[in-house]
């Protein structure tokens, strides 16, 4: 039988108890609806016209995406930077690591279960999204695409949070340091890429710089961007959007994605080995020179 | 079924624990006695996987507990000195996630909590949020959730701190019911006298070596063997402290005005006997007495004296 993690099983309790979840869910729709209704406004206005109008169809989505990526880059790491500094603000961390529990399955459970509340945040918002399907112009295909890199983005922002969490007493701490580091992903990327081509006066750069694949905002642009159909965009020297003209073209996203995957997975590693009240090799090592000494 | 050995545990250059060699056998209750700051947490916190140790051994029936943790953690049951609960989970809850984390199943569970809560008398909290509980009843519910996996040996750091003497008893009282369950318990003090009635035997831990280990009543002897007198005179001071001073029996003489303190190590015959030859060399005895030692004191200056 498979067993849930219970630490998995009891945060979720938790967190779905009482007023709280649910009072999430509903702002979080709230936010949504306002946005939906804003883009849909804002294209009808243009036209004046009362028929179907694919674009805004498409307008909305753009909004819908785009509001979603900023609530959960907000969200998702707010979910997480208490999770152990919390514990040990409460003084419950010994508690749990003097059980049998492996202090990387502690850090899977606490991650997944802020996870799972911000997939339930994602599925609420489906409802909301399926008004595109009205108008026509995104598959279902793209639309779960889109989601997949939703979630994706979740568990790296809530990776980061553990991250800190796990490194800083305080949970307020870890709070500035998450934020900080997804404001370099999002924005610090950017301006050290110009930085280093004006620097080294390579302004007719052509291509992609590697630098940038680590953006989430661009990641999440590029997907858009092959949904619509956009053609090739260069923003600057860098940056380009839509066919990247390399032999071997993959798009800029899948490539995000992976690095977010990778960076997740070494977070989460690393946060188990600072929770580990026994650093392995350490030891190892020291039976090495006693036993060498003897 | 505990053993520690030549045990090192350094804070950068300050050695908390120094070399600690302990021995508990199966079934006993082994009280661990020290000051603030000899070293009992950072032991009791290694002896549970919770702290890296410099160097050393310790078997917990026969399992490396440095080595093999997973296993070893199976079988330790740990209560911390100072420890927090989940605000948000109720009394059946909070045991009964500590339960699905030793991979218990839901069944057993729920009679393994119903079982502890009646050994810890909570039986009537269940349903209340653990943060509504008072400080004895959280100490008590900590302890039944140290027990969820009916381990072999309870590691207890100071659990009768900071409660009142009532709470005091009634924690005393369930660890004589987990003894006759045939758990071996090792628990901590700052304060002798608390353990002395509970535990067979102790170890008195000072700057993280241990000074005395023994039976209770071994211990007793050895920290009891010393007593205070004061002798009261009414004048030849100088000369009653000589004749003390040749005396075998005395100790750390403290000459007062007209009074003596002095360690007496011997019987109460013999304290009759030093009387009577001071009365004998004509000295004016207007008083002479034990003092009234509190058993904390004796305790600070067996321990402070063994280290000088
Ligand atoms: N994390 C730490 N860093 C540095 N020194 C510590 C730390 N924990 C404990 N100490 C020191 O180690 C000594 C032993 O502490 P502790 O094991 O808590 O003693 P006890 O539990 O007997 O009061 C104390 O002097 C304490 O100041
Ligand atoms: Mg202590």
Redesign the interface.
Known sequence: MM?IN??L??EL??RM?GWRAAGMIGVYLIFMTLTASFALIMSMDDYYRSTIDPEVALGSYIGLAVMQLVLISFISPALTTGAISGERE???L?????????PLSVITGKLFASISQVILLIIASLPIFSIVFLFGGISVIELLQLFGFFIIIAITFGSIGIFYSSYFKKTTAANVMAYGTIAFLCFGTIFLTILYLGITRNYGYKGFFPFLYANPIIGFTSILWDQVGGGNVNIFPGLIFGNTAAASHISTWIINLLFNIILSIVLLILSAKKIN???ER??GR?YLS?KGKK | MLKIKGLVKKYGKFTAVDYLDLHVPKGEIYGFVGPNGAGKTTTMKIISGLMEADRGEVYVNDIDVLKNQRKAKEVIGYMPDFFGVYDDLKVTEYLDYYASIYKINAKERKKICDDLLELVDLQDKKDAYVDSLSRGMKQRLCLARSLVHNPELLVLDEPASGMDPRARVEMKEILRVLKDLGKTIIISSHILPELSELCTSIGIIERGKIVISGTVDEIMQQVYRKRFIKVKIKDKTEECAKVMQEHPLITNIIKGENSIEAGFEGSEEEMAMLLKELVMRDIPVISFGQMEGNLEDVFMKVTKGDEA
């Open positions: 067993r219970p630490v099983q009891k309790k938790i108890r409460k003084q419950t010994d508690l749990l690591l003097s059980t049998p529990m492996t009240p026994l650093k350490h030891r020291f006693r």
